[in-house]
């Protein structure tokens, strides 16, 4: 198993669970943890579509990658688009990719023109996995339980903040399982976990009227003798996007040529 190729989705799937920050004063008595957490469950059962924007950071030594993402999804067309920027040094590229899971393609501006190929058996596996799947109800079960023990609700003009940490290294096995599903081995976890230092999962889910405003998560990980990754995604605007479509210009783009 490479290490660096499972970096990526296990903070992906960490920050599934995320939440967003403002200043906020102790909770009224209007609303308990328990039911913050019992309306966060109902408003995952009911998400269909919303945003997503995430920040990664890579550095090492004096090398350092920042990648900027907008991200907008639609469960139930199985249709994802990301645009953002990766900048490496003085050099900067843009990012613009739709993802769609219905008919297996990855679409790629490339050269002034959209190009597709095959979705990757990665990233279709993890797309399917964190829709709903038994192991990644049962780890978020496991993360709700600890918010709802150890979270901090706080209250303001009628905005709550449920806010707290996890150990990220407690949860690198279920995680994996969740991703490598049957492929998981214990050599691979003691391996990764040898690796990779994850540090604490800061939440923070921000509610209003009964429901999710945005979620947001933050974590950090640390390879041995290689590079820090810093990762943060927020999501909003839930139920938003129920109309998301690939545009013409996407649809009629052209297979990826491929050296033979």
């Not at 992906?12 to 308990?32: E, N």
């Amino acid at each position: 198993m490479k290490t660096k190729k499972i970096i990526p989705s296990i903070l992906l799937t960490f920050t599934l669970f995320a939440c967003s920050l403002s200043q906020a004063q102790p909770v009224a008595a209007a609303m308990t943890k328990k039911q913050a957490v019992a309306i966060i469950k109902e408003n995952n059962k009911k998400q269909d579509s919303g945003k997503m924007h995430s920040t990664t950071t890579t550095l090492l030594k004096n090398d350092k990658t920042a990648i900027t993402i907008d991200g907008y999804y639609n469960n139930t067309s199985k249709l994802v688009n990301e645009t953002g920027a990766i900048k490496y040094g003085n050099k900067k590229d843009k990012v613009n990719v739709w993802v769609d899971g219905k008919n297996n393609r990855l679409y790629n501006f490339n050269k002034n023109k959209w190009e597709y190929e095959t979705v990757p058996d990665a990233y279709q596996t993890l797309i399917n996995d964190l829709t709903g799947q038994k192991s990644l109800v049962n780890l978020s079960n496991s993360i709700f339980k600890n918010l709802e023990k150890n979270g901090k609700l706080t209250h303001k003009k009628g905005v709550y903040q449920l806010t707290g940490s996890v150990n990220g290294q407690k949860y690198v096995k279920p995680v994996m399982q969740v991703i490598l599903k049957s492929d998981i081995k214990n050599k691979d976890i003691k391996s990764f976990t040898k690796n990779v230092k994850i540090g604490k999962i800061k939440l923070n889910f921000t509610l209003t009227n009964q429901k999710v405003v945005s979620a947001q998560g933050k974590t950090t990980a640390k390879l041995k003798k290689g590079p820090t990754i810093k990762i943060s995604e927020t999501f909003s605007h839930f139920n938003e996007y129920g109309n998301l479509a690939l545009p013409d210009d996407v649809k009629n783009a052209v297979p990826v040529k491929t050296d033979k």
